[in-house]
């Protein structure tokens, strides 16, 4: 099985600020790679799909970059709404994987 | 827009079976374009994912969970379900539908809102 890890495990950050999430495959999944953004209570949504395309509806702050095995996620100009948990998740081969999560808050 | 909705008992009894059903809306399931998913997550971890069905039938399950489960797909009612047998305290954990996107790389790109299924006696 592909194992995911993620980087930091948690981060306090303000309005505005630049965030980076870090993520890595334990082999190569090309640009398999996909964020999702949680909160309690809710759904899961799609963020970023094969490594770098934007979801429909999604606001263009969020930007998502990698392939291999190292990618990342960027939220520039963080918005309040945006205090969530983010995982990331390989889509390479079952079975698919999801990272341990990044919790990002105040 | 496409909606999901699970559904299905809130407390299941140890070694007993796990069922849920989700029930999509607004769009079909034998749309060949998606396969369906069931994810978990048990209070304070992370997800997982279960497995996952095509219109066909044509299933892919987690190794893990693989001798316990099984999803199945109901065309007619727009439906897929899971079962999970032989449950225990483990398997106590928020339980998600989802689809999966061909043409996004395969991600869960719509999810139900998930359901609670607490494993005690």
């Known amino acids: 099985d592909i194992q995911m890890t993620q980087s930091p495990s948690s981060l306090s950050a303000s309005v505005g600020d630049t965030v980076t999430i870090s993520c890595r495959a334990s082999?190569?999944?090309?640009?398999?790679l996909n964020w999702y953004q949680h909160k309690p209570g809710k759904a899961p949504s799609l963020l970023i799909h094969?490594?770098?395309r934007l979801q429909s509806g999604v606001p263009s702050r969020f930007s998502g970059r990698g392939s291999g095995t190292d990618f990342t996620l960027t939220i520039s100009s963080l918005q309040p709404e945006d205090f969530a948990t983010y995982y990331c998740?390989?889509?390479?081969?079952?079975?698919?994987?999801f990272g341990p999560g990044t919790k990002v808050d105040i | 827009q496409v909606q999901l909705q699970e559904s299905g008992p809130g407390l299941v009894k140890p070694s007993q079976t796990l069922s849920l059903t989700c029930t999509v809306s607004?769009?079909?399931?034998?749309?060949?374009?998606?396969?369906w998913s069931w994810i978990r997550q048990p209070a304070g971890k992370g997800l997982e994912w279960i497995g996952r069905?095509?219109?066909?039938?044509?299933?892919k399950y987690n190794p893990s969970l693989e001798s316990r489960t099984t999803i199945s797909v109901d065309t007619s009612k727009n439906q897929f379900s899971l079962n999970l047998s032989s449950v225990t305290a483990a398997d106590t954990a928020v339980y998600f539908c989802?689809?999966?996107?061909?043409?996004?790389?395969?991600?869960?790109?719509?999810w139900g809102q998930g359901t609670l299924v607490t494993v005690s006696s």
């Open positions: 094969t490594a770098s």
């Open positions: 082999q190569t999944i090309s640009t398999y």
């Open positions: 989802a689809r999966v996107s061909h043409n996004y790389g395969r991600a869960f790109d719509q």
């Open positions: 069905i095509y219109t066909s039938g044509s299933t």
């Open positions: 607004g769009g079909s399931i034998s749309d060949g374009n998606y396969y």
């Open positions: 998740q390989h889509s390479y081969s079952a079975p698919f994987t």
